[in-house]
């Protein structure tokens, strides 16, 4: 296992070398003078200029220059916001709580939806349940999530009035942040209205981002249990005369769980995709959005290193998902 | 729209029928069928497909056509209709079928032309993705080595990042244009071309055809090209029709974010930029770009699950 686990990380190594390569010429690409882009549009002095490139690095040669790079990044120096002065890495440890928040509820959502509907799809094989779930389920994955969180507004914010529209809790509140994650801290906090304030504030957002994830686990549940209720093992116990709630519940649907949980840990970066479009749209201050603006800003500090820790985090999450999955299939940790 | 398990061959179904009878068969019933014929006999057992592939007719038909069906120049602005609303709904008017925008643009005539903007940049980027993807898949699997290497090592990178992401990315470096999110999407599908074709032809390396071929003498170009390369096209057709949905996806969601086309291009992503502030007042501002971005991408998903299972020699019986 330690074996499995050491060439597994040791894989990730290049990848990230490569991440840091495409991160490196990302701010050497874009169009304009980086010290231009630091001190604005003002004129300066050659003198100054001069002095501003020495400052950062920007005379010395290019491979002299990723290495500076690189030993910044790993002792954590990922630059300042043009913008805001703040170091990238500080607004990104603020910001990121948000996104997981957002992310984890989208996911439950779409498990807790998603799973039962595959599972029933499978066994009323061919009813109109069934077609109804694969219709939901192809219209979901076809979706585009910037206009369905537009039509959840629409209907449940403008029509009916049942949820904010933006934000992640109403100005009314102030609460401390301790843990960043807004319902664990309203929770902590002594304002119990403040908790339903979040909820209300999360519920939309996470429907549009848990659509797309949804549609996959029910489809993939629905196709993975309709192998597994064909096997043998589990004509035997119906032949035993197990109820079919035992059989479908217990025996099949443990086997059935395998290949739809690497699904769930590989959408981590659909998910992240999908958290771009959604945090914009409904001003959910996470790291989707915060990079979009930096685009737009043309604060490239920030994006270069959100984009940096952003991929560091996919491959850490799918990292995680691999050993995992080694672990519960052991034909997968012992192939060479 | 089953789970694209044919429940009966029709080929078989017809052969049967013609024997039991007695009706005079066009060609003995022991003839293969044309490979075109059988594909399209596998295809249409399935309502799903057939219905993807006429919804696409049609959205071609629409943009080819779209400057003689749309009653309106797409970018003319009409002062005096505002934010009209469609002509169902109080107030509105068959001169605008759908209403219009904010500056009084036609919301019909606009949703028409942007099927060319979609259909053909879409196009684009898939042929772009799918040909260059070829040529990487094809070079990686065919020598192998340190150029195999090089190649699937810089594929992962691409894959590490959210697909979006790394759209933005590029976008940022080359600026926000049609053409240039066209790129993006391009460099964001490639990975999945190149890892493909990479797989299929590994697998056909080591088929007897290709030994037999290369020891008849045929040279590495032949036998990339004209051997191997045709034996892999299945999954490659399977992955561009679905690479065609994303890639409306993307350059729509592209253009949402401003990215993407700009202005007033009528893009269907685009064109809900700042739909978001008149979600108040004109719904239907918000409600039909989006709905032709759905039927675009559901029709071309619904085509390609229906080519992967007509063209997956495992379901055939």
Redesign the interface.
């Given at each position: 296992m330690i074996r499995f686990v050491l060439t597994r990380f040791g894989l990730l190594i290049?990848?990230f070398i490569?991440?840091t390569?495409?991160t490196f010429a990302?701010i050497r690409?874009?169009?304009g003078d980086p010290i231009e882009l630091l001190v604005g549009e003002r004129a300066i002095s050659p003198e100054r200029h001069a002095m501003y490139r020495a400052q950062l690095g920007l005379d010395k040669p290019l491979p002299v220059q990723y290495g500076i790079y690189i030993s910044d990044v790993l002792s954590g120096n990922l630059g300042r916001s043009i913008v805001t002065k703040t170091p990238v890495l500080e607004e990104f440890a603020a910001l990121f709580p948000a996104t997981i928040e957002l992310s984890v509820c989208a996911i439950v959502f779409a498990i807790v939806i998603g799973l039962p509907l595959g599972v029933l799809a499978a066994v009323k094989r061919?009813s109109v349940l069934?077609?109804a779930t694969?219709?939901v389920s192809?219209?979901g994955?076809?979706?585009?999530i910037?206009?369905?969180a537009?039509?959840l507004?629409?209907l449940f914010s403008?029509q009916l009035g049942w949820t904010p529209v933006s934000g992640r809790i109403s100005v009314m509140y102030y609460i401390e942040p301790v843990t960043g994650f807004m319902l664990i801290d309203t929770l902590l906090s002594d304002e119990p209205e403040a908790f339903w304030s979040a909820l209300r504030h999360l519920v939309l957002p996470a429907i549009a981002l848990g659509t797309i994830p949804l549609a996959v686990i029910a489809r993939m549940t629905?196709?993975s249990m309709?192998e597994v209720l064909g096997e043998d093992y589990i004509r035997t116990a119906r032949a035993e005369g197990l109820a079919p709630l035992r059989v479908v519940g217990l025996h099949a649907l443990r086997n059935a769980l395998i290949p739809v949980i690497t699904v769930i840990g590989l959408a981590v970066?659909?998910l992240?995709?999908g958290a771009?479009?959604t945090e914009?749209?409904f001003s959910w201050p996470g790291v989707g959005k915060w990079?979009?603006e930096s685009?737009?800003r043309r604060d490239?500090p920030v994006?270069q290193g959100g984009?940096l820790l952003?991929?560091s985090v996919?491959?850490g999450v799918n990292l995680i998902v691999d050993l995992l999955y080694g672990l519960i299939n052991p034909r997968i940790r012992h192939r060479r | 729209?089953?789970?694209g398990r044919p429940s009966e061959p029709p080929v078989v179904a017809e052969v049967m029928a013609d024997g039991k009878f007695g009706a005079p068969s066009p060609m003995p019933a022991s003839a293969p069928p044309h490979p075109l014929a059988e594909f399209w006999a596998y295809f249409s057992v399935n309502r799903?497909p057939v219905i993807g592939l006429t919804v696409i007719v049609i959205l071609v038909v629409v943009a080819v056509l779209a400057p003689w069906l749309a009653p309106h120049p797409p970018n003319e602005q009409y002062r005096e209709a505002f934010l009209a609303p469609p002509f169902w709904a109080t107030g509105g008017s068959l001169t605008f079928p759908l209403g219009t925008d904010d500056v009084g643009r036609d919301i019909l005539s606009r949703i028409l032309f942007g099927a060319r903007v979609s259909l053909s940049i879409g196009f684009l980027v898939v042929a772009l993705a799918l040909t260059s993807g070829i040529a990487l898949g094809l070079v990686a699997g065919f020598f192998r080595g340190p150029i195999e290497i090089a190649i699937m090592?810089?594929m992962?990178?691409m894959?590490?990042?959210?697909?979006?992401?790394l759209a933005?990315?590029i976008?940022?470096?080359l600026?926000p244009s049609l053409i240039n999110a066209a790129m993006a999407v391009v460099i964001v599908q490639l990975p999945h071309f190149v890892r493909l074709a990479r797989a299929a032809v590994i697998t056909e390396m080591s088929r007897d055809y290709v030994t037999a071929s290369r020891v008849s003498g045929a040279g590495p170009l032949r036998l990339m090209l004209i051997t191997i390369l045709p034996n892999c096209m299945a999954p490659l057709i399977v992955q561009a029709t679905l690479g065609f949905?994303t890639a409306v996806?993307d350059l729509?969601?592209l253009g949402?974010?401003?990215?993407g086309a700009q202005p007033p291009t009528p893009e269907w992503?685009t064109m809900?930029a700042n739909?978001?502030q008149f979600?108040?007042r004109a719904?239907w501002v918000?409600?039909f770009?989006?709905l032709a971005?759905?039927v675009t991408?559901?029709a071309f998903?619904?085509l390609g699950?229906g080519l992967r299972d007509a063209l997956d020699p495992k379901l055939k019986r």
């Open positions: 290049p990848t490569g991440v390569l495409l990302l690409l874009v169009p061919g069934d077609y694969m219709g192809l219209t994955y076809s979706m585009p910037f206009w369905w537009l039509l507004i629409l403008v629905r196709s309709l970066g659909v992240f995709a771009i479009l914009t749209i990079l979009v685009v737009r490239y994006l984009v952003v991929a996919v491959m | 729209m089953s789970d799903g090592r810089l992962d990178v894959l590490a990042l959210p697909s979006l992401l933005i990315v976008v940022a470096i600026g949905s996806l729509a969601a949402f974010l401003g990215m992503g809900l739909a978001l979600i108040q719904w918000v409600t770009p989006g971005i759905l991408v559901l998903n619904l699950d």
